[in-house]
């Protein structure tokens, strides 16, 4: 089995560590962040042994080893986590997460854990994108916009990536009109682009639109995603920067 980490994906699933933490534990998962990965594992083994029922000390010890790249122990500590408690959807959704991410032959199992994550908790923020991101990969195309579609009628929906697997579902599908209709709709020049072939297919899109603020916009937001991880901007996207200037 290959594992395929990149900073992106760690810088991502950060921010989804903190979307899906409930608040009691959050103060203790903070208080990990300033120390050694010996330290985190030291202490999170010791508060596993003093709360044997929860299931969350399990999830937390296996984002630290994901962010560590060791891949067995991220799938043993989720593992443990569901077995642990059978009901525990985070657990479900962030093994689908780390599969879909990491290993794309196992989809199928990837969209049966997300299917368990959202049959335990179907209000629950992220878990449609995650099964919209999986169906795409599968080119469901019809049945990622639904996904994506569900995640949008939750009132903290992440509507960049939402509209990401929307975009890109109706690129795959050549379906044009539909697809310039939601650009001109929606305005998505200023989110956060999690992917860049994804950001300059946004720019350029825009551009066939004749809509060169946006298109510019799309760009610019690339280069400041470059820019604060420190970065060197890709030769194709300072050229798109320098026409912009013009």
């Known amino acids: 089995m290959k594992f395929l980490f990149s900073f992106c994906f760690l810088l991502f699933t950060g921010v989804l560590f903190s979307q899906e933490l409930p608040e009691k534990y959050t103060d203790f998962y903070n208080s990990t962040f300033e120390m050694d990965f010996k ?4 202490l999170l083994n010791k508060t596993i042994k003093e709360n044997p029922k929860d299931p969350w000390y399990l999830w937390m010890l296996a ?3 994901e962010m560590q790249n060791e891949p067995k122990k991220v799938v043993e500590n989720y593992e ?4 642990l408690d059978p009901n525990f959807s985070a657990g479900y959704a962030s093994l689908a997460r780390f599969y879909y991410t990491n290993d794309t032959t196992r989809l199928d199992m990837a969209l049966t854990y997300i299917n368990k994550a959202i049959e335990l908790s179907p209000n629950a923020d992220y878990f449609h994108i995650d099964q919209g991101r999986i169906y795409l990969l599968q080119k ?5 916009i639904k996904s994506a579609e569900q995640e949008l ?3 903290e929906a992440n509507t960049d990536e939402v509209y990401e697997i929307i975009v890109k579902s109706l690129y795959a599908q050549k379906k044009t009109e539909e697809l310039n209709a939601l650009l001109k709709r929606v305005d998505l020049s200023n989110g956060w682009m999690y992917e860049y072939k994804y950001g300059v297919m946004l ?3 825009y551009g066939n639109l004749g809509d060169l603020k946006k298109s510019c916009n799309c760009f610019e937001s690339l280069a400041r995603n470059y820019e604060e991880t420190g970065q060197t901007l890709p030769a194709d996207l300072v050229l798109k920067l320098k026409k912009c200037k013009k």
């Open 63 to 65: 984002s630290v080893y």
């Open 153 to 155: 009628l939750k009132p």
């Open 39 to 42: 330290s985190k594992i030291k």
């Open 140 to 144: 469901k195309y019809d049945l990622a």
């Open 80 to 83: 443990k986590s569901v077995k």
């Open 203 to 205: 720019g350029v899109l």
